[in-house]
């Protein structure tokens, strides 16, 4: 007689749609608590993935073979025109729904785990200069929400998706002014303390915003915290208007690191306030500043 808690069946293959587990992964995802910019990401990523399937005849995950992948990823490059960079990211994305069909029984086996990533050349970040990020400041100066929104980046180090979510309870503009940075994924929660530049910007800001019914820093006109994509586009024109050419939001960040060493800031201190993952992430800036050493003040200075 066979003991039923040591039977090992194997799994029943589920003959999904492939729009259906598109839908279903979605939820595992929001019942896994990702982030709603994660969510997102995953659902364009997958949406356009399916709709190439689908214009090849695939109905059902099971259908799925690696060819259809292969073609898909060159349509990426040579139709879409998309950069490696860009290429890894939808393949990450890839990979973790064919795993989640996998899972659930849709496939007979992940036939994504074939799929490589494009080698990524890495280059050295664009690093502002003074004059650079001044002229940003002046091109901004027009308009409130704009300005402090660069003021929080230079100043901060702060992530575009950490931008977005700012909320006002976040921010403790007091004696000893900081910005709260929650735990979001892989990333730890942080306090950043904040020059009085950014506190008269930020509190300018919130006045002129008082009777918005908003719990964000930088909201929409029905309350909602912008989107990434919009605020990355309003960036990019700031960019352009400034004459300031191959530089993305992130690139901010890359300032705000760069000179702070320069500034004599330490490796440890600064390494916590921009939410590195380990200390070598901030080392590595070094060479980018032309230092051998890091200084070892713990206060930050204003750019």
């Known amino acids: 007689m066979i003991d039923p808690n040591q039977a090992s069946c194997p799994k029943q293959k589920v003959n999904m749609d492939i729009q259906r587990a598109h839908k279903e992964f979605v939820q595992d995802l929001c019942d896994q608590k990702r982030s709603v910019y994660t969510i997102l990401a995953y659902q364009k990523d997958i949406d356009q993935l399916i709709d190439h399937l689908l214009k090849a005849g695939v109905t059902k995950a099971s259908e799925a073979k690696v060819d259809h992948l292969v073609k898909y990823i060159d349509k990426l490059y040579v139709v879409d025109g998309l950069t490696p960079k860009s290429v890894s990211r939808k393949i990450n994305s890839i990979k973790t729904f064919f795993k989640y069909l996998a899972k659930k029984g849709a496939l007979e086996e992940n036939i994504a785990y074939q799929i490589k990533h494009p080698k990524l050349e890495k280059k050295a970040p664009r690093i502002l200069s003074r004059v650079e990020y001044n002229a940003l400041r002046e091109t901004a100066r027009k308009d409130s929400k704009y300005l402090t929104m660069v003021e929080v ?11 977005a979510g700012i909320e006002k309870t976040h921010l403790d503009l007091s004696d000893k002014p900081t910005l709260f940075v929650p735990k979001r994924e892989s990333q730890k929660e942080r306090i950043i303390p904040l020059s009085k ?4 910007i930020l509190q300018k800001l919130l006045e002129e915003h008082k009777h918005k019914e908003s719990k964000y820093v930088f909201s929409s006109k029905s309350g909602k915290a912008l989107l990434i994509r919009n605020i990355r586009g309003a960036m990019e024109r700031l960019f352009e208007k400034t004459g300031l050419e191959n530089v993305t939001v992130n690139d901010l960040r890359h300032t705000f690191t760069a000179h702070q060493i320069k500034a004599g800031v330490s490796l440890q201190t600064l390494s916590r306030v921009a939410g590195h993952k380990t200390l070598a992430t901030t080392q590595k800036y070094l060479k980018y500043v032309e230092l051998d050493k890091a200084g070892n003040k713990e206060l930050l200075e204003d750019l």
Do not use: A
């Open 153 to 163: 980046l230079l100043q901060t180090g702060v992530r575009i998706s950490e931008l």
């Open 197 to 200: 530049k950014t506190t008269d």
